[in-house]
């Protein structure tokens, strides 16, 4: 059985040709109309995407990849029906107590990014023991974005920081982008090199927005619970044919 995933999925590509990037985040998108699609309710796509997440996750382990930032549920999708809203919570709630019966022989590092305070106590208390009894793990870091927003994080972070300096800890004078970094829900992880979205939506929709300042973006029509190892690979090669310039001149 795979670190991640049910329906183990073996690398299909040599890793050692190509560089893999060190951060991915994924806007795991499309389950809805993957659903739909085949008059299916839409909690259905995501019981299918929470697979794919499994498998996608086990990969990036396999090739190297250090941190994987997913967006499970976004500030915003609280407007969905609450039947909705509870079939992603309760496939989250499966997936962390699954993940804690195996934590010490996986060693994969949870990490949460959002207001957990709106979740039920339940689920809170399943993130924040996955959190607490993996933090010492050093193999792949998953970082599950859970009623996240990118606006919602650069509040929260210029609130801690105001706090601060009222407090007389910081001083607004000195506030420089890698200090800004310290107060996100990211703090101490790399800006992704690579964001993926699936679904043929083009836009960020809140999703990292500080973080992904020179984020390279690979977008696929593909739907989430449609997506494979192989796509994934697509978007690393397509990531790799880009020349990053970060503000300047090609050498
Ligand atoms: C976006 O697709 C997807 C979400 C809002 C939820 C994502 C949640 C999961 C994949 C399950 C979480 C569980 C685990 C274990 C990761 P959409 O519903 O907006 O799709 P649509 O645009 O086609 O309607």
Redesign the pocket.
Known sequence: MGIFSKKSQEPTLQTADRPVPQHIAII???????ATRRGMP?YA??AV??ET?RTIANYCKSIGVKYLT?Y??STE?WKRSQEEISA?MR??GN?LREALQDMDKNRVRFVFFGDLSRLSDDLRELCELAQERSKTYEGVQVNFCLNYGGRDEILMAARSFARACMEGKANPEDLDAAQFSSCLYSAGVPDPELIIRP?GEIRTSNFLLWQSAYSEYVFTDVL?PDFTPEDLEKAIAEYNGRSRRFGGVKK
């Open positions: 795991m998108d499309g389950n809805g109309r993957w839409r796509g995501h995407g929470a997440f997913v499970a549920f999708n992603i496939l989250l997936y679904s989430w």
